[in-house]
């Protein structure tokens, strides 16, 4: 016997319909197993698909599920702030994911997260990170690319400038050698220093997304990135996804050792699937 299941799409990371990142939300997916979560985010084929079941932990209001369409995710950041936006009542709250509790505070319209502890990765050498986006060693900053990881392991390569953002391709024959550095599958986020913040681009094949418009999860890291290298000194936003007409604006802001990752969210699809 079939059964229907409503679900709404968000724009994250945007004011504007049709810019930012799309991302669909099943808010009553209690009885979906976690295989059948898996291929409806393969049958919508956005970047991620978010799922909330009832939370294991009494401090939060639910757990979310959040799939590619490939795999599960420990932690996603513009999953987290579309579902949190549907899920807000105009008050903070905590959501668990696989990474843990994840606390969201309520600003007017802005929606934040608190990105989860930030693990340091292996580095990769400059001419290979350049390689890897079909550009030179003179075209980045002279800084060690690195990964970094508060649940999603993204590697961070800077650039000199946003136009060379706009000219990486990322390379399949090198990405072979690079991803040899790091045992899961890779984010690859490169980016330029601008006078608002950063201007990024996000590639993740191996989560079956061929690029990203706005990834909150790796930009939690790339602020704490940016610090350290003196690239940032206070709170700054990031554009993303502007090369691929889905332009997005994540904020940063430093709250004592925490950083935090804001945006707005856009509804603009209610819809039904029916199983």
């Known amino acids: 016997m079939s059964k229907s299941y409503s679900y709404q799409v968000v724009d994250v990371f945007s004011q504007n319909a049709l810019e930012g990142n799309p991302l669909a939300v099943f808010l009553d997916a209690a009885d979906l197993d976690a295989a059948t979560m898996q291929k409806i985010a393969l049958e919508l084929n956005l970047a991620e698909t978010s799922f909330v079941v009832p939370s294991r932990r009494a401090e939060c209001v639910a757990r979310l599920r959040i799939f590619t369409p490939r795999k599960e995710m420990e932690f996603a950041g513009h999953p987290t702030i579309g579902t949190a936006f549907l899920l807000s009542k105009g008050q903070d709250f905590c959501v668990e994911e696989n990474v843990g509790v994840v606390p969201i505070f309520v600003d007017g319209s802005m929606i934040w997260l608190r990105t989860p502890p930030i ?47 706009d000219r990486a391709d ?57 610090k350290r290298n003196s690239l940032v000194r206070g709170n700054f936003v990031s554009e993303q996804g502007t090369k ?9 802001r430093f709250e004592g050792e925490h950083i935090d990752v804001g945006g707005h969210v856009t509804p603009i699809i209610k819809a039904e699937l029916t199983l």
Not at 127 to 132: G, S
Not at 137 to 163: F, H, R
Not at 244 to 252: A, K, Y
């Open 170 to 226: 990322f390379d399949t024959g090198t990405w072979k050698t690079a991803q040899k550095i790091y045992p899961d599958p890779l984010c690859v986020f490169t980016f330029a220093p601008t006078a608002t913040g950063a201007y990024s681009r996000m590639f993740a094949p191996d989560l079956g997304v061929v690029e990203d418009p706005a990834t909150g999860s790796s930009t939690g890291p790339l602020a704490l990135y940016m």
């Open 119 to 165: 693990k340091d990765g292996p580095t990769l050498d400059r001419a290979t990170a350049a390689a890897l986006l079909s550009l030179t060693p003179s075209d980045l900053l002279n800084y060690t690319p690195q990964v970094l990881s508060a649940g999603n392991p993204t590697l961070y390569i800077p650039v000199k400038d946003p136009a060379t953002v």
């Open 244 to 252: 691929m007409g889905r332009r997005s604006l994540l904020h940063i």
